[in-house]
């Protein structure tokens, strides 16, 4: 069985500043990826970011980058420059090439403090 | 950009009451989910199905059965409402192929409320 561990219930962070929430994830498959999503207080997901186990180097999306370190099955999200809108709920989650099914981590909340 | 469309934002129903949550995606894709969200528990998987009438259970199928008859609706269907259903409800769609690098494409959310 996968497991997703986001062991930040709640973080805050200033406004300008960057931010890394923590992300482990436990599975036995070679291939795997690695997604963070967002959820604002409206309610909807919205994916951010994905790494690849295969993939080499960090994934980046803008003002997002997600820290991978394989061998300590870890992932995490950083995000730089944060934004009033940042806040939001934040999921890691892991979706396996076997299985049809994804884990999701129970969330880390973030307020951006202005 | 995918839609996914989940009729209703806010609903409330009675204990006992037959509940229908409806998801429509507009991007063809073949895989659709039910997840449903409560505090500190993250998202759990209801049901997915990766085909027109073909389903799985999820990790929490009890009290909850679904439907998919055509490909791009995937419903959600609460047999007798309890309070403990009580919970926000996530549909999502992922595209074809390699699960492991395909995201989810997610509703805005069903709060649903049994009274």
């Known amino acids: 069985a996968q497991k997703i561990t986001q062991t930040q219930p709640g973080m805050f962070v200033q406004e300008k500043e960057a931010v890394t929430l923590d992300c482990t994830y436990d599975t036995s498959d070679q291939s795997y990826g690695l997604f963070w999503y967002k959820q604002p207080s409206s309610g909807e997901m919205i994916f951010l970011i994905y790494q690849g186990s295969y993939d080499e180097q960090n994934a980046t999306e803008g003002r997002y980058s997600l820290n991978f370190q394989k061998a300590r099955k870890s992932a995490n999200l950083v995000i730089s420059a944060s934004q009033l809108g940042d806040s939001a709920m934040y999921f890691c989650a892991t979706h396996n090439t076997n299985a049809g099914k994804s884990t999701f981590g129970d969330g880390t909340t973030l307020t951006v403090k202005p | 950009d995918v839609k996914v469309t989940q009729s209703s934002r806010y609903l409330v129903k009675r204990t006992g009451e037959k509940v229908f949550l409806e998801c429509v995606q507009d991007m063809d894709h073949e895989n659709m989910f039910w997840y449903r969200q409560d505090p500190g528990l993250g998202l759990r998987l209801i049901y997915f199905?990766?085909?027109?009438?073909?389903?799985e259970k999820g990790d929490i199928p009890e009290g909850y059965s679904v439907s998919r008859e055509k490909k791009e609706r995937f419903s959600l269907i609460l047999e007798s409402a309890s309070t403990n259903q009580t919970s926000m409800y996530l549909c999502a769609s992922r595209s074809p192929g390699d699960p492991s690098n395909q995201p989810q494409h997610f509703g805005d959310g069903t709060r649903l409320s049994i009274l």
């Open positions: 199905s990766y085909d027109v009438k073909m389903k």
